[in-house]
C-alpha cells in the first residue's frame, strides 16, 4: 500500500465535525479512501437520537484536477450516507451504511464506528496520471434535509441542528 | 398670482408607483399561495421553504420600499402644503386603521390559537404513558433473555458432560428440548464445533460481535436482546461451556422474539419515537406557522398600506383637480376643465363646475366682443377727431376741459396736456397764450345758456393775428353732459377773402378812373391850345400852369391807375431755376445812383437756385428797395442791408434799413393793400410782395429792429428740395 496524501487537520472544536486525518491510498483494486473525524454531536441532536429520530449523515468526497484553461476535471464525486439511530425497545445505537448495520451499546462506540472512514472504489488504478497534481476534498456533515419536517423549519439557519465539517482539501500527487 | 401659489398637483401617483404595486400584491399572491400549500405538502417542503421565505422576505421589502417612497412624498406634498394632501393623509391613516386592527385582531388569535394547541397535543399522562409502555416492553424483553440465559445455563452444563464426539447430537438434542431456534458451539478463537438450528434459519450461524464477545469475558454471561433488520426481535445468549481439557467452549443461544409479543413492543417503540419527535419540534412548529403567519400579516398589511396610498389619492384627485380648475378660473383663464373620472356626487360636482366655467368663458368672451366693438368705435372716432382740420374742445359741465383734439394745439400753437381739467375761465391764468379763447369761451357758456354760438376771436400769433371761428354747444345732459366747442383758424380765408375784395375794388377803380382820363388830358391840353396866343401874359401863364398841373396830376392817376391794374390781375408765374443772388444784384444796379454807399451786401455763397418767375421776383427786390428808399428819405446816414442765406430748405432774403421803422398799429396790417405810412405811397408795394411771394410757396414778413429801423424776410423755398419733392409726387402716381 502506498500513502499518496495524508494530511492532518487541527484539533476538534466542541461539538460539531472536523477532520483529523484523510488519505487517498492506492491499492492494488483502485484508490481507497481513508479518514478519521472527531465527531461531537450538539446537546439537541444527541436529545434527539435518544428520543428515537434517526440522524442521517453524508460523507462526500471529490477530486478533480485543476486545470487553468478550462474548468476543472472531475475525477470522482463519491457520496455515501450514514444513518445513525437509537433503539429505545433494546437501548443500542445502530449504524447503518447502505445495507449493513452495526449496533452499539453506546453513543461513543457509535460515533467511533463512524468517524473511522474506508472507502473502495473511488478511481480506478491509472485514473490518476503520475507526475499531476490533484486536489480531493472530503466532508462529512449531518443531512438536514432528510430530518423529519419540522425539525427542517428548526434547522433553517440553527447551528443546534446543523453540524457539519467544512471542506477539507488536500492535494493528491502520485 | 398663481406662480407664487403652490403647486396643486404634482405628479402624485405616478403610473409606475401604481403598476409596482399591482406586481407587488399579484406576487403577494402568489408566494403566500406558495408557502401555504408547501406547508401542508412535505415533499417540496424542504428545498422550497427556504426559497419561499427569502421570496416573501424580498416582496416585503419592496412594498416597505414602497410604502416608505409613499409617505415620504406625502410628507413632501405636506410640507409643500399641496392641497389635497391632508384629505390623503386622513384617508391613508383611515385605510391603515382599517387594515390594522382587524389584521392585528386576527393574527393574535391565530398565533394564541395555535400555541395553545400545539402544546395541548402534549400531555404529561400520555409521556408517562409511552414511557411506562416501553418500559413493559423493556420488562418483557429481559424476562425473556434471562429465561434463555437460564436455558443457556443448563444446556451449558449438560453440553459439558457429552463427551466430544457426541457434541453435535447432544447439541440438536437439547436445543430441541429447550424449544430454542438457534444453537451454536465454538471455541474461543471463534472456530465453530457444532451447530443445530431449526428449518429455514439459514445454514450458517450467526456469530456474535466482538464487542459481545468482550463483554462475555468480562462477566462469563451475556445475553442481549437485537433488532435484526428483516428478522424482528432476536435474543442472544451467550455461556461458557466448561471442557475437560480446559479449554474453553462458548455456546451461543438464538432465539427470536415471540411474535405478538415483538410486534407489540415494535408498536410501542414507533409509538414513542413518534411522540418524543412531534415533542421535540414543537417548537420547530409553532415557529413554522408563526413565521407563515406572520409574513401574511406583514404582507398584507403593506398592501394594504399601499393600496391605500393609491386609493387616497384616487379619492382626493378629483378634489385636487376641481381647486385646480378653480384657481384657474380665479385668475381668469377660463380654458381648463377638470376632468370627469366618476359617475359619483363628486362626478356630478365636477361637470357642474365644468359646465359652470362654460358658461362664464362664453359670457366673458361676448363681453370681450363688446369691449372690443367698443374700444374700435371709440378708436374711429377719436381717428376721426384726430384728423379733422378743426380744432375741437370738449368741457365738462363745470366748464373743466376734458379733451382737445390735435388739431386744436396745432392751430393754436400751444400744448393743450396741463390744461386738462382746469376751468375755462381761468386759462389767463394758466397758459397766457389761449386767455382770449379761454375768457370768450366761459363768457358764452355763462351767457348763453343752452343755446349754440358762434364767434370770433382775434389773437396774436408768432407776430401776426390769428383770426379763430369759434362755434360752442352745450351737450344734451344725459349720461355725460358738457360742451363741445370747435374751431378753425380762418385767418388765411379771411386775409384770401379781403385780398380778393381789393383786388375787386383795385380792378373796378382802375376802369372806372381809367376811361375819364385820357378825356381829361385830351381836353386840357385842347384848352390850352385853343386859348394859346389869345390871352393876355398873366391868364397865359395862370392856364399855362392850370394845363400842366392837370397833365401832371392825371398822369399821376394814370401811374396809380396803372399799379392797381397791376395787383389785380397779376399773371401765372412762369417758373424757371433761379439765382436770386445774381436777381438781387440785377435789381440793385438801377438804385446805385439813388441809394449807392448805403447798400451792404451780404449775400451767401453757393445759395441753392429757387423756382420762381424772374419778372416777379425782380419786381418783389424792387418793391422792397423801392419801401426802403422811401424809409429812409429823411434819415442821417442812411444805411440797407441786403442779405440771403440758406435754412431748412428755404432760401431767406431780408432787406433791412435804418429808418424810422413801422409803427405798431399799422405793423399787423403791413401787408394789406392801401395801407402806408407814406405821404406818396398806394399801399399796394408791400402786398403785392406777399401776393407774388406766396404765389412761389414762400412766406412774408415784416418786423422791426432795434434802435431803429424796419425788416422785411423773404423765405422761397429751395428748388432743389422743389424738384425731389416733384419727383417723389411723380413715383408716388
Known amino acids: 500500500m502506498l500513502w499518496i496524501g495524508v494530511a492532518f487537520a487541527a484539533p476538534a472544536r466542541a461539538d460539531g465535525i472536523e477532520v483529523r486525518k484523510a488519505a487517498l491510498i492506492s491499492a492494488e483494486e483502485g484508490y481507497v479512501l481513508e479518514a478519521e473525524f472527531d465527531i461531537a454531536l450538539t446537546h439537541t441532536l444527541e436529545e434527539a437520537l435518544n428520543k428515537g429520530v434517526p440522524l442521517y449523515f453524508a460523507l462526500e468526497f471529490e477530486l478533480i484536477r485543476p486545470r487553468w484553461y478550462w474548468l476543472n476535471e472531475k475525477l470522482a464525486n463519491t457520496r455515501q450516507q450514514y444513518r445513525l439511530s437509537y433503539n429505545a425497545l433494546t437501548l443500542q445505537y445502530r449504524v447503518g451504511v447502505r445495507t449493513l448495520y452495526q449496533n452499539f451499546a453506546s453513543l461513543p462506540e457509535a460515533l467511533g464506528f463512524m468517524s473511522r472512514v474506508r472507502v473502495r472504489d473511488i478511481a480506478e488504478t491509472g485514473a490518476l496520471s503520475k507526475g499531476s497534481s490533484y486536489t480531493a476534498a472530503l466532508r462529512l456533515r449531518l443531512d438536514s434535509s432528510q430530518l423529519p419536517r419540522p425539525f427542517q423549519v428548526s434547522a433553517v439557519g440553527s447551528r443546534e441542528w446543523s453540524i457539519s465539517s467544512d471542506w477539507h482539501r488536500w492535494t493528491v500527487s502520485p | 398670482m398663481s406662480a407664487a401659489l403652490p403647486p396643486v398637483r404634482p405628479a402624485l401617483s405616478s403610473a409606475w408607483v401604481r403598476y409596482l404595486l399591482i406586481l407587488c ?107 411506562g ?25 449438560a453440553l459439558s458432560r457429552s463427551a466430544a464426539e457426541g457434541q453435535l447430537t447432544a447439541l440438536k438434542d437439547l436445543r430441541e428440548h429447550a424449544g430454542v431456534q438457534e444453537a451454536t458451539l465454538f471455541n474461543e478463537r471463534g472456530d465453530v464445533l457444532a451447530y443445530s438450528g431449526q428449518g429455514g434459519t439459514g445454514l450458517m450461524p450467526e456469530l456474535p460481535g466482538a464487542a459481545a464477545q468482550q463483554q462475555f469475558r468480562a462477566g462469563n454471561v451475556y445475553s442481549t436482546v437485537e433488532a435484526i433488520p428483516e428478522k424482528g426481535l432476536y435474543l442472544r445468549a451467550l455461556v461458557a461451556v466448561p471442557g475437560p481439557a480446559g479449554e474453553q467452549r462458548l455456546l451461543q443461544l438464538l432465539q427470536p422474539v415471540p411474535k405478538q409479543l415483538g410486534q407489540d413492543a415494535e408498536a410501542v417503540q414507533s409509538g414513542y419515537r413518534e411522540y418524543q419527535e412531534l415533542t421535540l419540534s414543537r417548537r420547530g412548529l409553532k415557529r413554522l406557522y408563526g413565521v407563515t403567519l406572520t409574513l401574511t400579516l406583514l404582507l398584507a398589511l403593506l398592501s394594504a398600506a399601499a393600496l391605500a396610498f393609491v386609493l387616497s389619492d384616487r379619492l382626493s384627485a378629483p378634489i385636487g383637480a376641481l381647486v385646480e380648475a378653480t384657481r384657474a378660473v380665479a385668475s381668469g383663464d377660463f380654458s381648463q376643465r377638470a376632468a370627469v373620472a366618476s359617475r359619483d356626487e363628486i362626478g356630478t360636482l365636477t361637470q357642474s363646475f365644468n359646465s359652470m366655467t362654460l358658461q362664464l368663458a362664453e359670457a366673458r368672451a361676448q363681453a370681450e366682443r363688446h369691449q372690443a366693438a367698443l374700444a374700435q368705435a371709440k378708436a374711429y372716432l377719436e381717428s376721426l377727431l384726430a384728423n379733422l382740420s378743426a380744432g375741437v374742445l370738449a368741457f365738462d359741465e363745470e366748464l373743466h376741459l376734458r379733451a382737445a383734439n390735435h388739431s386744436a394745439g396745432t392751430i393754436l ?269 398806394t399801399g399796394l408795394g408791400l402786398a403785392i410782395v406777399k401776393k407774388i411771394v406766396e404765389e412761389h410757396g414762400g412766406t412774408a414778413a415784416i418786423a422791426n429792429v432795434a434802435p431803429s429801423g424796419a425788416r422785411v424776410t423773404i423765405r422761397l423755398p429751395a428748388a432743389a428740395r422743389d424738384v425731389a419733392r416733384r419727383v417723389t409726387a411723380r413715383a408716388q402716381v
Not at chain 2, 41 to 48: K, L
Not at chain 2, 83 to 101: C, D, H, I, P
Not at chain 2, 597 to 609: D, H
Open chain 2, 25 to 131: 400584491v399579484g406576487l403577494v399572491a402568489v408566494v403566500l399561495f406558495l408557502l401555504v400549500t408547501s406547508s401542508a405538502n412535505p415533499a417540496s417542503f424542504a428545498e422550497r421553504y427556504p426559497l419561499l421565505l427569502a421570496l416573501n422576505g424580498a416582496v416585503a421589502l419592496m412594498l416597505t420600499a414602497l410604502v416608505v417612497f409613499q409617505l415620504v412624498t406625502l410628507r413632501r406634498r405636506l410640507k409643500a402644503g399641496v392641497f389635497g394632501s391632508k384629505l390623503t393623509l386622513r384617508l391613508v391613516l383611515l385605510f391603515a386603521l382599517m387594515a390594522v386592527l382587524p389584521g392585528a385582531l386576527i393574527y393574535g388569535m391565530s398565533v394564541q390559537f395555535l400555541a395553545r394547541s400545539i402544546e395541548s397535543w402534549f400531555e404529561v399522562r400520555l409521556d408517562k404513558a409511552l414511557e
Open chain 2, 133 to 157: 409502555g416501553l418500559n413493559l416492553g423493556r420488562g418483557m424483553l429481559d424476562n425473556t433473555r434471562r429465561e434463555l440465559e437460564v436455558k443457556a445455563d443448563a444446556l451449558a452444563l
Open chain 2, 413 to 681: 400753437g400751444i400744448d393743450f396736456t396741463p390744461l386738462m381739467g382746469t376751468a375755462a375761465a381761468r386759462w389767463p391764468a394758466a397758459a397766457p397764450g389761449v386767455a382770449e379763447l379761454g375768457q370768450r369761451i366761459a363768457t358764452e357758456f355763462t351767457r348763453g345758456g343752452n343755446r349754440e354760438w358762434e364767434q370770433q376771436v382775434e389773437r396774436p400769433l408768432e407776430g401776426r393775428t390769428q383770426l379763430l371761428l369759434l362755434r360752442g354747444t352745450r351737450l344734451p345732459s344725459g349720461s355725460e353732459g358738457g360742451s363741445v366747442v370747435v374751431f378753425d383758424d380762418i385767418t388765411h380765408l379771411a386775409e384770401a377773402q379781403r385780398a380778393a375784395a381789393w383786388a375787386e375794388v383795385a380792378r373796378r377803380l382802375a376802369h372806372e378812373i381809367h376811361n375819364p382820363l385820357t378825356p381829361i388830358q385830351l381836353s386840357a391840353e385842347r384848352l390850352k391850345a385853343k386859348l394859346e396866343g389869345k390871352l393876355a401874359e398873366a391868364e397865359a401863364d395862370m392856364v399855362e400852369r392850370s394845363t400842366r398841373t392837370i397833365v401832371n396830376q392825371v398822369s399821376a392817376l394814370k401811374n396809380m391807375v396803372e399799379a392797381f391794374s397791376q395787383y389785380a390781375r397779376t399773371p401765372e408765374p412762369s417758373l424757371h431755376e433761379l439765382d436770386l443772388n445774381s436777381l438781387t444784384r440785377e435789381v440793385l444796379t438801377l438804385y446805385e445812383s439813388s441809394l449807392g454807399a448805403a447798400v451792404r451786401l451780404e449775400l451767401a455763397a453757393g445759395l441753392p437756385p429757387v423756382m420762381g418767375d424772374a419778372v416777379q421776383l425782380r419786381q418783389v427786390i424792387h418793391n422792397l428797395l423801392q419801401n426802403a428808399q422811401d424809409a429812409l428819405a429823411d434819415t442821417p446816414g442812411p444805411r440797407v442791408t441786403v442779405a440771403s442765406d440758406e435754412a431748412g430748405g428755404m432760401v431767406r432774403l431780408t432787406v433791412t434799413d435804418n429808418g424810422c421803422g413801422v409803427p405798431d398799429h399799422v405793423m399787423r396790417r403791413a401787408f394789406e393793400p392801401y395801407v402806408t405810412t407814406k405821404p406818396k405811397g
